[in-house]
């Protein structure tokens, strides 16, 4: 089955500055690429996805790139500001038309923005 | 829509006790989704419902844990006998037919197992 390691664990950084969170996975048929961020003690939430047709997405601040080659993605946030603090989990699954296997999580990074 | 229903938000029981979690997905929904998040585990995927047909129960810890969905718009999930190491915040969540992945989860029941 698929396997996703996702790191650092922890990552703090001052407001303003980037956060960067990368994932690798291990089943090359996988080609959706999810991130959700979990506040605390709430649910998680879609945040951005991505495709294994597209090389990089961006929405507003927050970007994601995928190398297929390698098997890795990333989390790019830019100009973080301290309500982006909470954790943030990647994912990887198949993903065709309607149909779908279920979506294996990394371990979470916990994010802190420093004010 | 009102979202992923969970119940109860909160369950505090003793070990060797039944404990049943309850889920409505979002109505229209095929898949629905059961997840277990620890501290040390992350979340982990228990099993899973595609038009209410068990597809993939091989995340189910032991025995102890049963899972069902007699309907599209409900589905449940069996502790029993409980364990203190069962303690944990579960997730139900459901996604739809169409193209997009995005699950949507509920609140999560937190259990406590003392």
């Known amino acids: 089955g698929e396997n996703v390691e996702q790191h650092p664990s922890t990552l703090s950084v001052q407001e303003g500055d980037s956060a960067v969170i990368k994932c690798t996975y291990s089943?090359?048929?996988?080609?959706?690429f999810p991130w959700y961020k979990q506040e605390l003690g709430k649910r998680p939430q879609l945040i951005i996805d991505?495709?294994?047709?597209?090389g990089e997405k961006k929405d507003q601040r927050i970007a994601v790139t995928l190398n297929k080659t390698a098997k890795h993605f990333s989390l790019h946030i830019t100009e973080t500001q301290p309500e982006d603090s909470a954790v943030y989990f990647c994912?990887?699954?198949?993903?065709?038309?309607?149909?779908?296997?279920?979506?294996?999580f990394g371990s979470g990074t916990q994010l802190t923005v420093l004010p | 829509d009102a979202g992923v229903i969970q119940s109860p938000r909160h369950e505090v029981t003793e070990m060797g006790q039944e404990v049943t979690l309850r889920c409505k997905p979002i109505s229209g929904h095929d898949y629905l989704f059961w997840y277990r998040q620890t501290m040390m585990r992350g979340l982990e995927l228990l099993i899973y419902f595609n038009n209410n047909v068990p597809i993939d129960d091989s995340g189910m810890p032991e025995d102890r844990f049963s899972a069902k969905m007699p309907n599209a718009s409900f589905s449940t999930l069996k502790i029993q006998p409980s364990e203190p190491r069962d303690s944990a915040v579960y997730f139900c969540a459901s996604r739809g037919q169409g193209a997009s992945g995005e699950l949507f989860f509920g609140e999560g029941s937190r259990l406590t197992v003392l």
């Open positions: 991505i495709r294994s047709n597209v």
């Open positions: 089943d090359s048929a996988s080609n959706y």
């Open positions: 994912a990887a699954s198949w993903l065709y038309g309607g149909s779908a296997r279920q979506l294996t």
